[in-house]
């Protein structure tokens, strides 16, 4: 599997814009850009997912750079609840691969 | 709530026993995948079933095996149980075999062996 790169940590304040960055310069040409979050004490929660267009759902944008080796989660609101660990994952659709292989992921704290 | 159901929610056992963990599947999903979350490992993908037959496995250990019934709920099975595998393990499920886009994954049964 291809791999994703991603700062342990994040802060930001309440209310206000944030900005996850993933690097995934080995990418392939049929690899989707996934994006899951876990809140504390609970399973992985699907955020959104890309290929090489920009993506927008209720929940949050996704950015993703020309060259499709990094992307960007963008909450544009961030609240208390979005505090979690976001994981970027990259997921190919050749074959028979749905698994999702998770990395250390990117612990988002939001102050008050 | 994602609406995949996982029992029991904690479990507390010995070494060298056996147990079983099942999962309830969103209603109309076909596929059911277990992962295991620890402290050293992260989360980690062991096995996927679609619709009753093995499809993927990961790094499953010999001593677990799991299995998916025909009314698509899911069992995994952990024997000879060692303090390393004190773990959360979730469950989660999706429509297609494979190339969902969405995995649902339950609230997790926290395993601690002693």
């Known amino acids: 599997d291809a791999k994703t790169t991603q700062p342990n940590s994040m802060e930001s304040n309440e209310e206000e814009p944030v900005h996850l960055p993933c690097n995934h310069s080995t990418i392939s040409g049929t690899d989707y850009i996934h994006w899951y979050r876990q809140l504390p004490s609970q399973g992985p929660e699907y955020v959104i997912h890309g290929l090489t267009s920009n993506v927008n759902n209720r929940m949050a944008s996704l950015a993703i750079a020309e060259d499709r080796k990094s992307s960007t989660l963008i909450l544009h609101r961030a609240t208390l609840r979005d505090a979690a660990v976001y994981y970027c994952i990259l997921r190919s659709f050749t074959g028979a691969n749905s698994k999702l292989t998770f990395g250390k992921g990117i612990t988002l704290s939001v102050r008050p | 709530d994602s609406g995949v159901t996982q029992t029991p929610k904690h479990l507390i056992t010995a070494t060298g026993q056996r147990v079983t963990l099942r999962c309830s599947p969103r209603?109309?999903?076909?596929?059911v995948y277990w992962y295991q979350q620890s402290l050293d490992q992260g989360l980690q993908f062991l096995i996927q079933y679609y619709n009753g037959e093995e499809r993927a496995k990961g790094n499953i250990l010999e001593r677990f095996s799991a299995q998916q019934f025909p009314d698509l709920h899911s069992e995994l099975n952990l024997s000879s149980l060692e303090l390393g595998d004190s773990a959360l393990y979730f469950c989660a499920s999706s429509t297609r075999e494979w190339g969902s886009y969405e995995q649902y994954f339950g609230p997790g049964t926290r395993l601690t062996v002693t």
């Open positions: 209603s109309g999903d076909l596929s």
